[in-house]
């Protein structure tokens, strides 16, 4: 199963972009990486998922770079209802999804 | 949009006591996971179910057994309790097993054993 890396921690403040990157050195061909928010006490939520190049949604922009052995997550303008962990999660087929440490992002006024 | 329901939300139980919790996916989603997250620390898979077939299996104690039933909803039944199944239990769907499926989260189960 590829494994991730992410940073633990990032601070950031109000109307900044966040760029948070993960490693996935062990990416298969066939993987795709997905990225959750996840707030204390409540479920993952999805943000984006990506294969390859770019990809943009309303909330945030994935970049994939050509050898996909990593990824950055990029979160424009945050706000403090953004302090939350992120997580990098990259799907090896099959069904056991692993989560690694993720980050965890304060945003401050 | 409809999402995931579990039920329920919180659960108090003793030691050695048995609990179930319930999971209902999103419509036509034929594929759930079970997680668990302590204090402090990042979900855990648990285990998955694809078309009511067991389709892996994670770091889940032989204390517990899940099924997913026929239509679609899943329980994860736990026995023995000990202070350390003290948690929250997430469940998750999907819609088929690809690997571009996104799993959707339910808001969790927190289970505290006393």
């Known amino acids: 199963l590829a494994k991730t890396t992410q940073p633990i921690s990032m601070d950031s403040y109000e109307g900044q972009e966040v760029n948070i990157t993960c490693s996935h050195n062990?990416?298969?061909?066939?993987?795709?990486i997905t990225w959750y928010q996840q707030f204390p006490s409540q479920g993952p939520r999805f943000i984006i998922q990506?294969?390859?190049t770019k990809v943009t949604n309303e909330v945030a922009s994935l970049f994939i770079p050509a050898d996909r052995k990593s990824s950055t997550l990029s979160l424009p303008r945050v706000s403090l209802s953004d302090t939350a962990v992120y997580y990098c999660?990259?799907?090896?087929?099959?069904?056991?999804?692993?989560f690694g440490a993720g980050t965890r992002l304060f945003v401050k006024a | 949009a409809a999402g995931v329901i579990q039920s329920p939300r919180h659960l108090i139980k003793e030691k050695r006591e048995t609990a179930t919790l319930k999971c209902y996916p999103i419509?036509?989603?034929?594929?759930v996971y079970w997680y668990q997250q302590g204090p402090g620390q990042d979900p855990q898979f648990l285990i998955s179910?694809?078309?009511?077939?067991?389709?892996d299996k994670g770091s889940i104690p032989d204390r517990f057994s899940a099924q997913q039933f026929s239509d679609y909803h899943s329980e994860l039944n736990m026995s023995s309790l000990e202070l350390g199944d003290s948690a929250l239990y997430f469940c998750?769907?999907?819609?088929?097993?690809?690997?571009?499926?996104?799993?959707?989260f339910g808001p969790g189960t927190r289970l505290l054993v006393l």
């Open positions: 062990n990416i298969a061909t066939n993987d795709y």
């Open positions: 990506g294969y390859k």
């Open positions: 999660l990259v799907r090896t087929g099959g069904f056991k999804t692993i």
């Open positions: 998750a769907s999907s819609m088929g097993q690809g690997r571009e499926e996104t799993q959707y």
């Open positions: 419509p036509r989603h034929d594929t």
């Open positions: 179910f694809y078309e009511k077939m067991q389709s």
